[in-house]
């Protein structure tokens, strides 16, 4: 079991601002600009845009983040995503680390993965969406439904998604060439 509870409300998130501080005490340590920091967080990227300073920098306020940018930033503090929340067994532990990553290589949520997943156990516990949804604070049934299609997702909601499926947030990301 990855989590020590099942609870996908707002208490048991993702904190982005703890985030934030991981990687402002990162770049203390190493003596960074916020830049530099960026341009690092970004260097995987050979192709679309970087991620912006104040994408970063606005972690400290933000309730909700791009997903994939929140994904590179990790990969950078070599951090999982299940280590900045509360109530989970063992974050370092082999089955949440992501692959090991190559040049022109980034981290994506793979959203149809996620998408399958909360079907699955939708129908083995013959819930509806509605009551997928009353299961998963800040979700609508409209919201999980559209996930089917792919796209992006936001931090730390997905992270709801995780944990509600009690599957490492490694499960629902892929290696993407860019």
């Given at each position: 079991?990855?989590?020590?509870?099942?609870?996908?409300?707002?208490?048991?998130?993702?904190?982005?601002?703890?985030?934030?501080?991981?990687?402002?005490?990162?770049?203390?340590?190493?003596?960074?600009?916020?830049?530099?920091?960026?341009?690092?967080?970004s260097?995987?990227?050979?192709?679309?845009?970087?991620?912006?300073?104040?994408?970063?920098?606005g972690?400290?306020?933000?309730r909700?983040?791009?997903?994939?940018?929140?994904?590179?930033?990790?990969?950078?503090?070599?951090?999982?995503?299940?280590?900045?929340?509360p109530?989970?067994?063992?974050?370092?532990?082999?089955?949440?680390?992501?692959?090991?990553?190559a040049?022109?290589?980034?981290l994506?949520?793979?959203?149809?993965?996620?998408?399958?997943?909360?079907?699955?156990?939708r129908?083995?516990?013959?819930?509806?969406?509605?009551?997928?949804?009353?299961?998963?604070?800040?979700?609508?049934p409209?919201?999980?439904?559209?996930?089917?299609?792919?796209?992006?997702?936001?931090?730390?909601?997905?992270?709801?998604?995780?944990?509600?499926?009690?599957?490492?947030?490694?499960?629902?990301?892929?290696?993407?060439?860019?």
């Amino acid at each position: 079991m990855a989590f020590s509870e099942r609870s996908a409300s707002p208490g048991s998130d993702f904190a982005l601002a703890s985030l934030y501080a991981a990687i402002d005490a990162q770049r203390r340590a190493r003596n960074l600009s916020w830049t530099a920091v960026t341009a690092e967080v970004s260097g995987r990227r050979t192709r679309l845009r970087p991620i912006a300073v104040s994408t970063i920098r606005g972690l400290e306020n933000k309730r909700v983040g791009e997903g994939d940018g929140i994904l590179q930033m990790l990969v950078w503090l070599r951090r999982t995503p299940e280590s900045f929340m509360p109530g989970v067994v063992d974050p370092r532990s082999p089955q949440f680390l992501e692959p090991t990553l190559a040049r022109g290589e980034i981290l994506r949520w793979d959203t149809r993965a996620l998408y399958d997943a909360l079907d699955a156990q939708r129908r083995e516990r013959q819930l509806t969406w509605a009551a997928t949804a009353a299961e998963i604070a800040g979700f609508t049934p409209n919201m999980l439904t559209r996930m089917a299609r792919g796209g992006r997702v936001g931090f730390p909601h997905v992270m709801r998604l995780v944990r509600w499926l009690n599957q490492p947030a490694a499960s629902f990301t892929r290696v993407a060439r860019w």
